[in-house]
């Protein structure tokens, strides 16, 4: 029996109920045991987070990339201006990437990374950021697989979220 096939597409409006609630199931797997189940679950926090995703899919400096498997959201991933001021003035862009815990271990994260790479190619990035808890070994090692590398640095407003650099060449083949 074949693996149902991954569809890419890029995000609308529309999907925001959708990416939301993604986001707080994969959240509330990938910090279980780390962050106070009271702040996975709270409704403020839950708002919080729409608020965000409405702000992100309104932006013009973001693009938010939805994997479906069987017309069901498997994962997401969002490149963009950085939030804060990087350390590296090579560094132009950022990711996260959520994928619902349903669908580990399926490729929804490297289907999502790979749409990512070619959207940077093809505007020119040469470096991303993207920022991982440090307790978050699985995603730490799943961006290591894709080419990522931890620089050391940490984001500006927590020294939990340690920095990753991935030097994009213009070229697939480099």
Same mark, same amino acid.
């Given at each position: 029996?074949? +693996?149902p096939?991954?569809?890419?597409? @890029?995000?609308?409006?529309?999907?925001?109920? +959708?990416?939301?609630?993604?986001?707080?199931?994969?959240?509330? =797997?990938?910090?279980?045991? $780390?962050?106070?189940?009271?702040?996975?679950?709270?409704?403020?926090s *839950?708002?919080v987070?729409?608020?965000?995703?409405?702000?992100?899919? #309104?932006s *013009? =400096?973001?693009?938010i %990339?939805?994997?479906?498997?069987?017309? @069901?959201? *498997?994962? %997401?991933?969002?490149?963009? *201006?950085?939030? $804060?001021?990087?350390?590296d003035?090579?560094? @132009?862009?950022?990711?996260? &990437?959520?994928?619902?815990?349903?669908? %580990?271990?399926?490729?929804?994260? +490297?289907?999502?990374?790979?749409?990512?790479?070619?959207?940077?190619?093809?505007?020119?990035?040469? @470096? +991303?950021?993207?920022?991982?808890?440090?307790? #978050?070994?699985r995603?730490?090692?799943?961006?290591r697989?894709?080419?990522?590398?931890?620089?050391?640095?940490?984001?500006?407003?927590?020294t939990?979220? &340690?920095?990753? &650099? &991935?030097?994009?060449?213009?070229?697939?083949?480099?």
């Amino acid at each position: 029996m074949n +693996a149902p096939t991954v569809q890419i597409r @890029t995000a609308t409006p529309e999907d925001l109920d +959708a990416i939301t609630d993604l986001h707080t199931r994969s959240r509330a =797997d990938y910090y279980r045991g $780390f962050v106070d189940a009271a702040e996975l679950t709270d409704p403020a926090s *839950a708002i919080v987070r729409r608020n965000y995703w409405t702000r992100t899919l #309104n932006s *013009a =400096d973001h693009t938010i %990339f939805l994997a479906h498997k069987s017309d @069901t959201l *498997a994962g %997401f991933a969002v490149i963009g *201006a950085c939030a $804060f001021p990087d350390p590296d003035p090579e560094v @132009t862009s950022e990711m996260h &990437l959520y994928v619902d815990p349903r669908s %580990f271990r399926q490729r929804i994260g +490297a289907h999502l990374h790979s749409t990512c790479v070619q959207a940077w190619r093809a505007a020119s990035v040469t @470096t +991303a950021r993207l920022w991982v808890q440090h307790f #978050n070994h699985r995603a730490q090692a799943f961006y290591r697989s894709q080419g990522w590398a931890p620089d050391g640095h940490h984001r500006p407003d927590s020294t939990d979220l &340690l920095g990753y &650099l &991935l030097h994009i060449p213009a070229n697939p083949a480099d």
